[in-house]
């Protein structure tokens, strides 16, 4: 599983929030301080949020925690161990 950052921002945008209106919202309806950099971080991917703000996320917008993970590409292993076998 790996976490899908560009869901924040989508969900974001879908609502017409800036990130100064998000990190707002996240203090005044889930008692979070998160900064516009940090959340910025988050949906570029430069930084995972931690599983409060995650929970937060999850109550502004009204999704389960699942909805920020997806499955890992696969990968297969070759023969030499390089990745270039195949199954």
């Known amino acids: 599983m790996r976490f899908a950052a560009r869901k924040i921002r989508s969900l974001r945008k879908e ?4 990130l100064t ?8 309806r889930c008692n979070l301080r ?20 995650l929970i937060g996320l999850c109550e ?3 999704v389960d925690p699942g909805y920020f993970f997806e499955a890992a590409p696969e990968q297969t292993v070759g023969f030499d ?7």
């Open 15 to 18: 609502r017409h929030h800036s």
């Open 21 to 28: 209106v998000a990190c707002k919202l996240l203090a005044l």
């Open 34 to 53: 998160v900064s516009r950099t940090a959340l910025n971080q988050w949906e570029n991917g430069h930084a995972l949020p931690g599983i409060p703000d």
């Open 60 to 62: 502004l917008y009204g």
């Open 81 to 87: 161990g390089n990745g270039g076998g195949e199954r």
